[in-house]
Every structure is written in C-alpha cells, then in structure tokens.
T-cell receptor, first 113, second 114 residues
C-alpha cells in the first residue's frame, strides 16, 4: 500500500523566515506528487504539483517543491513566509495508471509576527 | 462559478439514524471522490467514481455507501452511523480519472455521531 509521511505535524515560524515542510512517500512505481493547502474552515486547494519534467516546481505565491526520486521526497519550501501562509499543508500522491490518491497527515504552518 | 458544493455543512445525529451527505459539482468532471479527515491521519479516501454508474472503494469504505446516477452528483450515505464515523468529510472532483488531474474540493461537512 502507498504511504505518505509528513514528519512534522506543526511548524511554527516567524514572518519573513524561510520554511521547509517535509514529505516522503513510499512507492516502487511512478507517481504524481501534489501539495494542497487548507486555510481555516475551508476545503483543500492545489498549491503545486509535479507530473514530469523539471524536478523543481513552483506556485504562484512563492512556494516551491523539489521532486527527489532517489530519496522519494517532495519537500515544500518558501524563502520568506507571510502571516497569510498560516494554514495546513498536505502532501499527496497519485499512482500513475491507478485511480486512487493518498494523502499525508498534514503539517500545520503557524506564521508568527 | 466553478465549484463543488456539499450539504449539510454541519450535522449532529445519533447512532443508527440513516443520513445522506450530498455533493454536487458544476464543472462536468468525470471523477468524484469522498474523503474523511481525522486529526493526525490526514485525508483518507472512502469511495471514488470514475463516471456515472462506476464506483469503487477507497481505503476506508466500511460503513459507507455511494451512488453516481448523474454526472454532477455523488452522495455519501451512512445507513447506520456509529460514533467512529464522527469526522470531517470532503467531496472532491477532477476532470478525468487520471491521478495527474487537480482535485477540486468542497467546503467540507462536519459530522458528529452521538
């Protein structure tokens, strides 16, 4: 079975500091990788995704994630966070040629002034 | 506006009383799915549907039923709810069944079973 591990359940950080949210997955087959963000009292929305090609993918609001096949990781980074980035972030995996998705347990990013 | 809607948003019920949570999307998406979100466990897939009349189990289907009679609707049915089904439920849809597609999530339904 597919598993997605987000080791950090909570990450407190000060505004304008850099942050990295870690995601590792277990799979012996090819996968698509996603980061979703959930703001308080809302549903999830896509932040960015890796399908193929360049291993570094970026979002419109300054986040980036790098696919590392050898380490089966897809860590999310931002060089300078804002208060508005406070949310819960979920890493997700979709196995190619299958119809199921697997989510990590989530990381709550708390940006402090 | 393209969206996924769920009703009700909040529901408190008692053990054994059948309930249905509705989900509707207006994007003509083929793929729809139900998840439950529990603290420390993230989202777990309950059921998904590739198209009308095509449904399949996710990772935690026990105690749930679904149907897909119309492309836009994908209701989640709990025929005999139990307290361990207390959770936050999300419906999601995507354009096709490929896992490369972005999923669009509804606002969630918070269910409490007493």
């Amino acid at each position: 079975a597919q598993s997605v591990t987000q080791l950090d359940s909570q990450v407190p950080v000060f505004e304008e500091a850099p942050v990295e949210l870690r995601c590792n997955y277990s799979s012996s087959v090819s996968v698509y990788l996603f980061w979703y963000v959930q703001y308080p009292n809302q549903g999830l929305q896509l932040l960015l995704k890796y399908l193929s090609g360049s291993t570094l993918v970026e979002s419109i609001n300054g986040f980036e994630a790098e696919f590392n096949k050898s380490q089966t990781s897809f860590h999310l980074r931002k060089p300078s966070v804002h208060i508005s980035d406070t949310a819960e972030y979920f890493c997700a995996v979709g196995r190619i040629n299958f119809n199921k998705f697997y989510f990590g347990s989530g990381t709550k990013l708390n940006v402090k002034p | 506006e393209a969206q996924v809607t769920q009703n009700p948003r909040y529901l408190i019920t008692v053990t054994g009383k059948k309930l249905t949570v509705t989900c509707s999307q207006n994007m003509n998406h083929e793929y729809m799915s139900w998840y439950r979100q529990d603290p420390g466990l993230g989202l777990r897939q309950i059921y998904y549907s590739m198209n009308v009349e095509v449904t399949d189990k996710g990772d935690v289907p026990e105690g749930y039923k679904v149907s897909r009679k119309e492309k836009r609707n994908f209701p989640l049915i709990l025929e005999s709810p139990s307290p361990n089904q207390t959770s936050l439920y999300f419906c999601a849809s995507s354009y096709s069944g490929t896992t490369a597609d972005t999923q669009y999530f509804g606002p969630g339904t918070r269910l409490t079973v007493l």
